[in-house]
């Protein structure tokens, strides 16, 4: 099992930034890809970021390329999501979560560990 908690979540304005914070414990973290998605009220999980077991690959859905950066530090087993210039579509309720899987990491289902969630609201 792999606990996941998301923090740094809130409230904040247009062309502002925030840090999500995802701390795991219980297995091995550094086995683990590690995953963001996000859900809008009335819309489907979406893929935002993942970063491979050593933090060496990372990959960003279109929409936050250039804005969000995704990081991890494997001795303090947590990952990371730096959001900066948010847009009001950007607000969501953000969720991390944990594969063993090496490809198709855009797909929900790729995932086995998910953390709670934690809301970003961007306002105009």
């Known amino acids: 099992q792999v606990q996941l908690v998301e923090s740094g979540g809130g409230l904040v304005q247009a062309g502002g930034s925030l840090r999500l914070s995802c701390a795991a414990s219980g297995r091995t973290f550094s086995n683990y890809g590690m995953g963001w998605f996000r859900q809008a009220p009335g819309k489907e999980r979406e893929f935002v970021a993942v970063i491979s077991l050593n933090g060496g690959n990372t990959y960003y859905t279109d929409s936050v390329k250039g804005r969000f950066t995704i990081s991890r530090d494997n001795a303090k087993n947590t990952v990371y999501l730096q959001m900066n210039a948010l847009k009001p579509e950007d607000t969501a309720v953000y969720y991390c979560?944990?594969?063993?899987?090496?490809?198709?990491?855009?797909?929900?289902?790729?995932?086995?560990?998910w953390g709670q969630g934690t809301q970003v609201t961007v306002s105009s």
């Open positions: 979560a944990a594969t063993g899987y090496s490809s198709s990491l855009y797909n929900p289902n790729r995932y086995t560990y």
